[in-house]
């Protein structure tokens, strides 16, 4: 079921590609920016990290939740998944339906186990915290709510792996090894798209077919950009190791464009 009318919070990148496919199903789409831009109506500048009560209008079928934070401490993920999030919930309570863009990093270290979305959670940091008590208040605000549990998303711009690769700093080794669960950003807004469309709820994770052990993969890139690959060095403790599931995304008839990073970054070299 389309959604007629969307309020999505944060118009970054993988925002505003969901945004663009939502659209050309014919949802009518107004976005939440930090900064004012002009010559554009469909944006809306508002701080949701302070309350926001009566400056939207309560007009939106669907709130899809997508910010992230500028800075990486545990004050600015409460402010922008959990602050924000509440106050966006207070501002528009007339719509029935909400979109939390989480991460799998709430699942925590399961020693290289494959999971789904049933797993415990138990994350170690403080971001997975902060998004595993952003999904409760998500689950529990009355709404019909779906929560996406992201992969690394790389792509155009994002382009982590390969500067990691070119730095020519030894690669930390662990046992059991850490794996990359990762998803290209086109298959993450395709993804997000098609489960809105399908009025989809609970849990589910956006990941690419391939868990692939980090060094597995840092090696593949090396080799492709004909530059060495990375010395090795013992880790002084285990990562969070854990091999993401996604065969309930796929039991919805979602197929990927780029299903391993083989095919994604193959794409994004060229």
């Known amino acids: ?20 496919r939502l659209r050309a199903t014919g949802a009518s789409i107004r976005s939440i920016v930090r900064r004012p831009r002009p010559n554009n109506s469909d ?6 990290t302070q309350p926001v009560l009566g400056a939207l209008p309560d007009a939106f079928d669907l709130l899809l939740h997508c ?8 004050l600015s993920y409460r402010a922008v998944y959990i602050d924000a999030l509440r106050h966006l919930l207070d501002a528009v309570p007339s719509a029935r339906r909400l979109v939390f863009v989480s991460s799998t990093a709430v699942y925590g270290d399961h ?15 403080f971001n997975g915290r902060v998004l595993l008590e952003a999904e409760a208040l998500a689950q529990s605000c009355g709404r019909d709510a779906l929560v996406l549990r992201l ?17 020519g700093v030894p690669l930390l080794i662990s046992e059991p090894p850490l794996y990359t669960n990762r998803i290209h950003v086109e ?15 609970g849990v589910f ?23 060495p690959r990375l010395e090795r060095s013992n880790a002084p403790l285990p990562a969070e190791s854990k091999q993401v599931d996604n065969a309930r995304l796929h039991a919805t008839g ?17």
């Not at 079921?1 to 663009?20: E, F, H, Q, Y």
């Not at 910010?67 to 545990?74: F, G, I, K, T």
């Not at 807004?189 to 399908?198: E, K, S, V, Y």
């Open 111 to 125: 020693g290289g186990a494959r999971i789904d979305e049933s797993a415990a959670c138990r994350p170690r940091d």
């Open 187 to 201: 298959d993450a807004a395709a993804a997000a798209a098609h489960l809105i469309t399908r009025a989809a709820s």
């Open 67 to 74: 910010v992230a934070p500028s800075v990486r401490d545990e």
């Open 1 to 20: 079921m389309i959604p007629p009318r969307v309020l999505i919070a944060g118009n970054g990148d993988l925002g505003s590609r969901i945004a663009d």
């Open 205 to 227: 994770n956006l990941v690419d077919d391939a868990n692939t052990p980090q060094p597995e993969v840092l090696d593949w890139l090396a080799d492709r950009l004909h530059v």
């Open 43 to 48: 944006l809306i500048a508002l701080d949701l």
């Open 254 to 270: 979602f197929h990927f464009t780029y299903p391993d990073f083989r095919a994604g970054y193959d794409a994004l070299l060229r």
């Open 151 to 167: 992969g690394g998303i790389y792509g155009p711009g994002r382009e982590m792996l390969l500067k990691r690769v070119r730095s």
